[in-house]
């Protein structure tokens, strides 16, 4: 996609870090905006103040773990603005721990935001892009860790290595049809963002009541918050990578080179037949 200026953008996770630099980048190149959250409050705010920067937004209250939300988004947008052009499923959360004491909640609330909110964003999106038959472009929101599996944090790796293969295989889907529509995995190390705080969006039917977190746990949720409080990049960084990656049709958009290595180790170690090497060793 070539041309920002008065096409319209639906941004999944909207209302906080990547999806909010994302949207604010968007307003700056004249698109008009659909944006989509669960938090009431944060999406009023955010939408306000794009709104009296200028930009056309609609903001739809939206979980996007729950596939009519994502419906009522597409048709949402739809009827404010006549058609799509730019998808970003963005939402995420990231619970932690050592894979075998992550509850069911866990991964029902991860698997839900993470990854069916992008299989919704991909399977209620892409007919319409593509009846539109206009340039347009999906982004997905993966990780790093849809590269490599980094100790800790096995519920997340799980929902972001299954992000890049939906989009890869979306990717191949698209190609062989021929369609102008393009798509892209955002894969980025440490922002800092609200993502060590995810818990604040955890759904009270799937919270773990009663459970008392381990000095692993804890310390795995102290280093995960350092971590992203010291990525040195801003959102608005990966904001303008990612419209890079969509101007020049690129598909993966990896933002930390000083990962590479770690993804390297691990191809190497597939090919070679080795044990995995620890990412974070
Ligand atoms: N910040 C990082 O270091 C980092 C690195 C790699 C990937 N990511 C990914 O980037 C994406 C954005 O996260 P972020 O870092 O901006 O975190 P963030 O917490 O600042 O923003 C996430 C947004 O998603 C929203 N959200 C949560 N659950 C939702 C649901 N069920 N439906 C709709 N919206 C929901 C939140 O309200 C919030 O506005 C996530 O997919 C995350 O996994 C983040």
Redesign the pocket.
Same mark, same amino acid.
């Given at each position: 996609m070539k041309e920002f200026r008065g096409k319209v953008a639906v941004i999944?996770? /909207?209302?906080?870090?990547? *999806?909010?630099?994302m949207a604010e980048r968007c307003a700056r190149e004249g698109m008009k905006i659909a944006l989509?959250?669960?938090?009431a409050a944060?999406?009023a705010s955010?939408a306000a103040e794009l709104k009296a920067a200028g930009a056309a937004v609609v903001a739809v209250h939206?979980?996007?773990?729950?596939g009519n939300?994502v419906e009522r988004l597409a048709q949402a947008t739809l009827e404010a603005f006549g058609g799509v052009h730019l998808v970003i499923n963005?939402?995420?959360?990231?619970p932690l721990g050592v894979v075998w004491e992550n509850t069911a909640a866990d991964w029902q609330w991860a698997l /839900?935001?993470?990854l069916w *909110?992008v299989i919704h964003g991909v399977r209620v999106f892409t007919p319409i892009m593509l009846v539109q038959g206009a340039e347009g472009h999906i982004v997905n929101?993966?990780?790093?860790?849809g590269l490599i599996s980094p100790p800790g944090m096995g519920v997340?790796n799980v929902?972001?290595h299954a992000v890049v293969a939906l989009t890869e295989t979306l990717h191949h889907d698209l190609a062989r049809r021929g369609a102008k529509l393009k798509c892209s995995v955002?894969?980025?190390?440490?922002?800092?963002?609200?993502?060590?705080?995810?818990e604040?969006?955890r759904?009270a039917a799937l919270m773990n009541d009663g459970r008392v977190k381990s000095a692993e746990q804890l310390a795995l949720e102290s280093n995960l918050r350092k971590?992203?409080n010291s990525?040195r990049l801003s959102?608005a960084d990966?904001a303008q990578a990612v419209f890079e990656a969509v101007r020049e049709e690129r598909f993966y958009i990896l933002t930390h080179p000083k990962i590479n290595s770690a993804i390297r180790a691990r191809m190497e170690d597939i090919l070679a037949g080795h044990n995995p090497t620890d990412p974070l060793g």
């Open positions: 999944t996770g /909207g209302a906080g870090g990547f *999806g909010r630099a989509a959250d669960v938090d944060a999406l955010t939206t979980d996007v773990s729950n939300d963005n939402a995420g959360v990231s /839900g935001v993470n *909110g929101t993966a990780s790093v860790a997340y929902t972001k955002l894969c980025p190390a440490y922002v800092p963002t609200g993502i060590a705080d995810s604040r969006n759904p971590a992203v990525g959102a990966i």
